[in-house]
């Protein structure tokens, strides 16, 4: 039976994939699976995680979308920076939730001469969307310096602030090489 299993999920695994031991805890790397059009494995230390796109895209909905992840990290980190300072203030709060969406916007802040730069249309933006629940509630006050401290977690800031992406393009292990025959 179990023979019969794993020629069945051998179908369905990448097989090429490096054992958890040996997955890298000092990078992440993200590499197709060849499961899908869009299928996506990260990979740090003995995290495994799938990235797909919604089917309505081409995806299977095998796991969260790039942007999904983005909003993991900004909701998890917002969390995070929260207990970090319910704790050293020793504040006695209710588990934190946090909810966020994501979604493009119009920008209606930008100046009609801009929009007359991108022929007339209007530009869109990236906008999250976070909503943050106390279980319990808090005092108006302790809200208020919540939400602040919301703002200061370190993906928020990132996500606000100026990003440098440096990329590369590292030489394969090996040259693959198409031959007719």
Known sequence: MADVIAAWAARYVDTEIAPLEEASAAHLTVRETLQGKFQNLATRGPHRLLIDEPASVGGQESGPSPYDYMAIALGGCTSMTLRIYANFKKLDIGRISVEVDHGKVEAD?????????????????????????IDGGVTPEVEAKLLEIANKCPVHRTLTGDVDIVTSMEPADRVHSITKV
């Open 109 to 133: 802040h930008l100046r009609d001469s801009e929009q007359d730069a991108m022929g007339g249309k209007a530009r869109r933006i990236d906008r999250f969307e976070r909503r943050i629940r």
